[in-house]
């Protein structure tokens, strides 16, 4: 199929794997439409269906891409809002651990909070806000054990600024109490 030239045919079977659900036999016949009908109506449709390809193949960063080139190439696309949401989800699906770097996650908010800024009402807004919660509460996480860490270790001085910081950048969290316990 691959050396098909026939590009129809191509679109036909890359369809027909994507909805059988054969997300690594459809994307290289995406990948290679993507380039080969650049501007053909169907241009819009194929970059959706790459970014699911990607997406269903557990590799976010690309979908991300995908889903953010989307929005990006067709801001009047039929898929915008749906797109736009992915692009944000998949930069969740991104977020390491809290113990890890953390990159992914502040890159995630902001996402989420300029796709509830760009559209108020959307069904996806629930689900956004729990997410966002979600990363925040990493974020605090990792702020307190990195804290705590000082306390450990001892370096109370140190301990004392790191767990005051957590009190004033995160005054909603769950280890407030034990913050001021070890402060």
Request: aromatic share 18%; charged share 30%.
């Amino acid at each position: 199929i691959l050396k098909s030239t026939d590009l129809d045919y191509k679109y036909e079977k890359a369809i027909e794997y994507y909805k059988e659900k054969d997300f690594t036999r459809a994307m290289p016949l995406f990948r290679e439409l993507s380039t080969m009908m650049r501007g053909d109506k169907r241009s819009e449709e194929i970059m959706y269906y790459l970014a699911y390809c990607h997406y269903n193949a557990q590799d976010f960063n690309t979908s991300y891409y995908l889903f953010r080139n989307y929005v990006e190439t067709y801001p009047n696309g039929s898929r915008i809002e749906e797109c736009s949401y992915m692009s944000s989800y998949c930069l969740y699906m991104e977020s390491p651990s809290y113990s890890l770097d953390d990159t992914y996650t502040k890159k995630a908010i902001n996402t989420f909070e300029s796709f509830l800024e760009m559209y108020p009402v959307t069904k996806y807004r629930d689900t956004s806000e729990i997410l966002i919660k979600n990363l925040n509460n990493k974020l605090i996480r990792k702020s307190f054990e990195n804290a705590k860490q000082y306390y450990n270790t001892e370096n109370y001085a140190s301990a004392i600024i790191a767990l005051n910081n957590c009190l004033i950048d995160f005054r909603d969290s769950k280890f407030r109490e034990e913050t001021y316990f070890l402060i």
